[in-house]
């Protein structure tokens, strides 16, 4: 072992003795001549003189270890406090200075530098490496360049700091051609000027400490893996620069412009990556995550930036935390589609937007608000399923291709739901338009069983499309409904459904009616229906009512009398049933010939009133087999009675009514008779039955 002393003319370390240990004061110029190296992109040969306090040219690995003071009075990138042409171990507890600290200029074996003081580059490099290494800093490393590595191959660079990395001007560390792995620990620093930690070929950096700089915070040139827990501040441009990988973040990334204008990105990779975040991401002029060829965030922290998650190529989002923005951005912004499952909060000029792409869905079961655009918007095709608040200003959801959407918690917006394409709308929720619920540009089906509102139209289907409105029991619409020549379905329910006079004035340009079945739908009050009924479940008509049908009823369902009027003005089908479940009902048939239903629990004190056949048109009656025949001239009608054994010895009569006929019971039988004119009774015998 060699010990050195105070020495002022550079020491020359000699191959014979390869341990040394320097406890004195090194200055001097000791010259360096005779170095090359062949630049791997010229392929020129270059040779190298400069001044070196203490120097190893040497091919051997020398052993360091400083406990003094080592200075090179050089002022050049070469002129070094130590410099070894051969990597080695260096253990520094004193101070090594010079333009550059320390240099290891060879390329073979694998440096391992231990620093607990001061390694100082006043003019170029604290450090400067062109092989593998293994460094431990609890120290400083400083220089205009903290540690600076361009290995010719892609060597494994390792670093543990615990202490401080400073480059004043260019990167607080930069690897060129090394795979990097590096751990910044708890309360350990690593500052740049342009940029802090720069991993040109890729690697994994771990920070648990504070990495900043006045430019970027972390580039990874490929592809590689941050994993943060301290801080990442940028002054004026992005946090983290990656090419493809993973970023895990339970810390602080930030990057304020404070005044500047500037991209200003808080993580943009240039490959597919993956992002967790579950900490703070926070920005004034960019995006929270900018990833250029799509990936994965899940972020269960915090994101605050202009945009909060872009996406350019399909990716994937899933936010159980905070992403807001503080200008005119998007909370979550995917241009190629992808998928957004949202139990957080997400706040933006525009919620979620999702563009065209193979995939576009939205799953949320947290909130959605957007101060200016829509709450959620695609582009193209794609499906959303709401169990939490989407609120918008412009648009709750907009649909740009149609899609599926399905809604139990609430969307709010100007338009609460507009679709483009064809859409299917289910909703169990509520659905609120300051102008308009929901608008199908392109049609659809809409099944409501929760609330639907709106202060002028509630919900518009556009005309000549394939449009279905399906409301349940207990649902409720409040707005008009414009049906687009369309169906409108009553589906069955646990209870029975309701629909007043004032709700049937809501609906508008329905071409069709059906009643599904197993549905039981009460209407109350005077109310026309100026469609088709397809009636496979029961209609039954409030106590009192006057229902009006003017057009074909079909079906295998029941229409029930209660004390009111039912008027069909069309034809009938025999799959239908009428009953009279009440006293005093009438049924009126605008087109008794066209009647082919059964009729049940007619009774004494109801009517039939055959609106378009004159008594005296009906010249022969008899009742058969439940069959009650009308007939005469071409007149020719028949009624069918579910429950003929029910009259007991009550008799059918006859009775003029205006330009009509009324059908009755009388209470006493009564032999055979001619049908007689005028307003006479016309008793018809019992028989038959």
Known sequence: MTTIGNHHHGVTLSPSHPTVTVTGHL???SRVQGITYVDTLTHRTINLDFDAALQGTAAIAFDLLNLGDIDSRGTQRLDTGIFLNFAGTVTNHGTIEGATGLEIFGTSGTATIDNTALIDGRTRDGLYLRSASRILNTGTIAGQTGIYSG??????????????????????????????????????????????????????????????????????????????????ASADSYGIRIWAGAVTNTGDITATGAGIVSTGDGIIPTGQLTVMNAGDIATTYGNAVDLLDGGTVVNTGSLYALNGIIITAGGTV????????????????????????????????????????????????????????????????????NTGRISGYSDGVLLGGGGLLTNAGTISAYAGILAYGQATIDNTGIITGKAVAIALAAGGTITNAGTITAAGTAIAFASGAADRLIITAGSRIIGTVDGGGGVLEFAAGTTAGTLTAAEATQFTSFSSLQIDQGAIWDFAGDLTLGSPLLNDGTLSQNAGAAITIKGPLTGTGAVELTHGRLSLESTVAGGQTISFTGTGDILALGDAAGFAASIAKFALGDTIDLTGIALSAITATHFVHGVLTLAGGTTHLEFTFANPATFGTETFALKAAGAGTEITLSPAPAALLPVTPASTPAPLSTFGN
């Open 318 to 385: 899933d936010n159980a935390g905070l992403i807001a923005t503080h200008a005119g951005g998007a909370g979550v912004f995917l241009t190629n589609g992808g998928k957004v499952d949202n139990t957080g909060r997400i706040a933006g000029s525009e919620g979620i937007h999702l563009g065209f792409g193979p995939t576009a869905i939205v799953d949320n079961t947290g909130t959605i608000i957007a101060k200016y655009f829509e709450g959620v918007f695609l582009a193209g095709a794609g499906t959303v399923e």
């Open 151 to 232: 290995g010719i191959s892609p060597f494994l660079f390792q670093l543990v700091n615990g202490g401080d990395i400073t480059g004043t001007s260019h990167a607080g560390i930069a690897l060129h051609g090394d795979l990097g792995d590096i751990t910044n620990s708890l309360s350990a620093t690593i500052q740049g000027g342009s940029l802090g930690v720069g991993l040109y070929a890729g690697g994994t950096l771990t920070n648990s400490g504070d990495i900043r700089a006045t430019g970027g915070g972390i580039v990874l040139g490929a592809a590689g893996t941050v994993t943060n827990h301290g801080t990442i």
């Open 27 to 29: 200055t001097g110029d």
